[in-house]
């Protein structure tokens, strides 16, 4: 048999602000623009989950997708939906609030859960607007 991918697509909304303090306020506007803005702004988020495998003999399922919303829901979405990203979210702490960062962030909280339920994590990607989007493999190349 060989691999198959499977997509799992779950949605959050939550608050940001990409600011660094020892910048002043007009070159954090330049780099950052609207995104910088002082009291926080939001967006409606699209997280996408790939997971890599062998369809099972007898559920003819790479991962139950069930269980990988789940996982999803447990360990991701409950923790940063209608959050603000830069205070809210532990597994954010310390870090800038972008969204590849958040994707990287993903990545490792949730690869151990679906390597135990059969699967391999393979690429997530998060849409932040309609013409933004980030795709991560987990820092290898995708094929
Ligand atoms: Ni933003």
Known sequence: MKP???TRRETFNAAHKLWREEWSPEKNYEVFGKCSNN???GHNF??????????NEE???VINLKTLSKILKEKVIEEI???NLNLDVPFLKGIMAST???AIAIWDLIEEDVRQNGGELAHIRIIETENNFV???GG???F
Request: hydrophobic share 30%; glycine share 6%.
């Open 4 to 6: 198959i991918y499977i």
């Open 39 to 41: 009291n926080w702004h």
């Open 46 to 55: 699209q997280l996408f989950v790939t997971v890599k495998g062998i369809p």
């Open 59 to 61: 559920t003819g399922f």
């Open 81 to 83: 939906d209608h959050k």
């Open 100 to 102: 590849e960062n958040i």
């Open 135 to 137: 795709d991560y493999y």
């Open 140 to 142: 290898k190349e995708p």
